[in-house]
């Protein structure tokens, strides 16, 4: 069976961090881009990060730029997303998820279009919660 199994959410203080987990059972991420998403109460979904199996090729969106870190450990078949700096507007449902698309590069709007169309498998969720 194929699932995407987050972790490592939960309540933390501004200012503090999270490292969150995306890992794959089924299938293995070879010839996948992974992507972290997120979806506060109210407002669509949107793209937080992605990284090629590689490594190779990593995208931030603007609002995480800088204090998110996405990596990929292959024999672990698990994604991260190192969260530093974290702020009460980065409070959300927390989802991964793994789809083969093919682009020599990523951007907000690629990112954007994934959020929409739910492309790939995708992971239940963990909640995030950054207390001011």
């Known amino acids: 069976e194929v699932q995407l199994v987050e972790s490592g959410g939960g309540l933390v203080q501004a200012g503090g961090s999270l490292r969150l987990s995306c890992a794959a059972s089924g299938f293995t991420f070879d010839d996948y881009v992974i992507g972290w998403f997120r979806q506060a109460p109210g407002k669509e979904r949107e793209g937080v990060s992605c990284?090629?199996?590689?490594?190779?090729?990593?995208y931030y969106a603007n609002s995480v730029k800088g204090r998110f870190t996405i990596s990929i450990d292959n024999a672990k078949n698990t994604v991260y997303l190192q969260m530093s700096s974290l702020k009460p507007e980065d409070t959300a449902i927390y989802y991964c998820s793994a789809a083969r698309k093919y682009f020599p590069s990523w951007n907000s709007l690629l990112l954007r279009l994934w959020a929409l169309d739910g492309d790939g498998y995708w992971g239940q969720g963990t909640p995030v919660t950054v207390s001011s």
């Open positions: 990284i090629s199996s590689s490594g190779g090729t990593t």
